[in-house]
């Protein structure tokens, strides 16, 4: 029946399976001539035709983008910013430090100048830079998994399991998302840990909206059929099968959303809803917003933090949205 | 010595149809067992009743699968699921969209042995470039890196069949594994199968709708027409002496080099009608498209005559047509 040159096949047994060809492909290792030709198609390939596989490629495509490049350069620096702000300002920003309304570079001490009541600007933002960080990616960091979480078993197991877990992501999409922050952290303490779960309360919705819907295009497919016949767990297959397929418009998203955390905190100082032992870039522009007119440097310049800050999150939302997008990508 | 797949009246239910009624067959351990039908005729779901993997709207009304001295349909999904993939295996007919796009092969046939056998990842790895190498895929410890976009289709479908045999399965179920390959690597592929069924004992059922397949490596054949088996035989005898008119009309649609049948006979003929005529008729499926059907046919489905052990039909009109092995008088 079989015209395929068993003998060159030894028996298999205790999982030592022997290679057929050994030899010739260490004398000829372009083209192994196989004792076996049974596999020209397998031949016909060349072994180190594409070498670089999909995450080596979605980084070329990010890093070839300026606009990508820009914002990670940014984000960088305020990272930097944020983790030497205690070297830097070693005092407590809040205290009085200088005279009242220096303007910028009116001052060699005080290069951004201080405010209405002498605090030093500057040292405000570097510290300020601090807690956005904090707020706006440890809050995504909750949102994005309990988001996932959620919407990855409401996707995958479909049923009541599914229904119930939308109508509480429509309990949440229901209520108008900033007044229900403004609530949760009017009804707690406000703290820079309270905040932060404020607002990965009201984020996770999208996240899980987002993943369901992959999650229930991806479970269809062949692979997902093929790893259940061969006996791979639910758990498995949700993490590890799917998951990563579904990971990209996730990527993006949750870029987006250290970027909308970071709005939320300084919304929410602004209305002075914020910790108030702490300094933050809302913070600095809730106590600058009655002298717009005479001091607009004190509200401008931690504006120009935030403007900045989430325009490079979103630049690099885009960048990575460009770089994972399956329509650009040629493997998928 | 009782047979290792033993389907007894296998009547698989959708809310509005019946695709597969009342299938009976056996597979001992080490045949190939070849299930034959047009599209529509239930093979696929067979498998995938096999396999406990049914869609959700789908169930088994009645009947009974017994493998290994096991009722199939009283495991629960835990015990299921430990058996897929160790004892039972399938491979899929796309190998294109049966592997995830974004894990390396070598993690996929890893995974496999991760769930079964407990290995750690180092070892998974071992085992992978061993299987690899049984399903002879040259350079094996370079090849367990690629993703599956960096391989061709033979290639895939070789990688899939690694995965299915990974854990030395009893049973290897074959859903038209070599359709959508092209003619060459579907005959390696086949090869390999078979030489993998000798080398590790596995019983395969191998679904096609392909004769040539069947004639070159089915130990027996199952016909099936919508739904039921019609008819049952060894290849030899089903190729020299059709007895169902589907199966007679099936191989005088086929061209065959050494045809008994037509060889010089210029065009193929088909069969009139389409599966779907089978529809809502009372009595015997095929009567709609068959040429010899008579009144009786229409008053009930006609049942498996066991014409010796090995050989059932249902068709009460065979005998009669024995002796003419010329396609033009076979009313087809």
Redesign the interface.
Known sequence: ????D?GA?P??TG???????TNE?ATA?ER?S?S?M????????P?A??AV??GHRALKVFFANPNALFGTAFLALVIAVALLAPVLYPDDPLSMVGKPFLWPCQDPAFPLGTDSLGRDVLAGILHGSRISLFVGLVATALGLTFGVVVGAIAGYFGGWVDDLLVRLIEIFQTLPSFVLLVVLVAIVQPSATTVTLAIAVISWPTVARLTRAEFRAIRE???V?????????HG?IIF??IL??ALPPIIVTSSVMVATAILMESALSFMGLGDPNVVSWGSMIGTGRELVRTAWYLTALPGLAIVFTVLALNLIGDGLNDALNPRFS??? | MAPLLQVENLTIGFPRAEPVRDLSFEVSAGETLAIVGESGSGKSLTALAL?Q?LPRTARVTSGRIVFDDRDLLGLDAREM??????EI??I?Q?PM????????IGWQIG??LK??EKLSGRAARE?AI??L??V?????E??VD??P???????RQ?V?IA??VAC?PKLLIADEPTTALDV??QA?VL??L??LR???QMAVVLITHDLGVVA??ADKVVVMYAGRKVEQALPGDLFNDPLHPYTRGLLSASPRLKSDFHYLSGRLTEIPGSIVSAAGEAGCPFRPRCRQARASCGHQVPPLIAQTPERLVACPFTSSLKAVPDAASLSL
Do not use: C
């Open positions: 029946m079989s015209t395929t068993f096949f028996a298999v999982g030592a399976y022997a290679a057929p060809a492909q290792p192994p196989w076996n049974k596999a020209p198609d397998a031949r016909s390939q072994n035709a594409v596989t999909n497919k062949d692979f059929m093929a790893a259940r016949s061969l006996g791979v767990g498995r590890r099968e990563p397929n040629q493997d998928r | 396999m993997l699921r430990q058996l897929r993939g160790r295996a399938m899929f796309e969209t049966s592997l995830n796009p974004v894990m390396s995974e496999v769930v079964h085992r061993e299987l190498r049984l002879r895929i040259p350079a094996a370079k090849r690629d993703y976009h960096q391989l061709s289709g033979g290639m070789r899939m995965m299915a030395r060459t690597i390696q090869d390999l078979d030489t000798r080398e590790l070159q490596w």
